[in-house]
T-cell receptor
């Protein structure tokens, strides 16, 4: 049972470098999400997608871009990494459900450090 | 507005009950969730409650919802060392596109032998 898989698990970047985080889910979920987790702040939504080819901004979208070219994949890009983007990034997916009763399933996270 | 608050830390002795509290501000919340995060791992769904319920029990877990006070709690009976983790409450609102969740900051639970 793979569930939600994130790659890579760890990465160190220099300021100004770019990279892409990959999220893949095998549960045929329509909805996918990218969060960042910082100490004491819980999870904050960066971007999300309600279906293939669609994306929307979350709470903290600045400095990030996303793409959902295939239903099972959701990519998070950092065009020019900044130290403020040092964080743990989580991907999640869910069915649409009615009235929000479909829980989100999470990957194990990508730990990203920007020097 | 949306705001979910939790206390930062809870210490409990093995075998005792743990109670983790959460307050939220949006009265249109439909589902409220409890997630557990172990070190180095993602979030694992523990349980959830629909907003028209006031209690839900699932083995050692009891969720209480006081909708009037916008207060949610998670009680863990017979707490074990494996229950040491960070616990997040989250709310989902019917008006939120994409079933977005708003998370609290997490409560770190330390179980002492």
């Amino acid at each position: 049972n793979a569930g939600v898989t994130q790659t890579p698990k760890f990465r160190v970047l220099k300021t100004g470098q770019s990279m892409t985080l990959l999220c893949a889910q095998d549960m045929n979920h329509e909805y996918m999400y990218w969060y960042r987790q910082d100490p004491g702040m819980g999870l904050r939504l960066i971007h999300y997608s309600v279906g293939e080819g669609t994306t929307a901004k979350g709470e903290v979208p600045d400095g990030y871009n996303v793409s959902r070219l295939k239903k099972q994949n959701f990519l998070l890009g950092l065009e020019s990494a900044a130290p403020s983007q040092t964080s743990v990034y989580f991907c999640a997916s869910s069915y649409p459900g009615r009235r929000g009763n479909q829980p989100q399933h999470f990957g194990d996270g990508t730990r990203l450090s920007i020097l | 507005g949306e705001d979910v608050e939790q206390s930062l830390f809870l210490s409990v002795r093995e075998g005792d009950s743990s109670v983790i509290n959460c307050t939220y501000t949006d009265s249109s919340s439909t589902y409220l969730y409890w997630y557990k995060q172990e070190p180095g791992a993602g979030l694992q769904l523990l349980t959830y409650i629909f907003s028209n319920m006031d209690m839900k029990q699932d083995q050692r877990l009891t969720v209480l919802l006081n909708k009037k006070d916008k207060h949610l709690s998670l009680r863990i009976a017979d707490t074990q060392t494996g229950d040491s983790a960070i616990y997040f409450c989250a709310e989902s609102m019917i008006k939120a596109a994409g079933n977005k969740l708003t998370f609290g900051g997490g409560t770190r639970v330390l179980v002492k032998p």
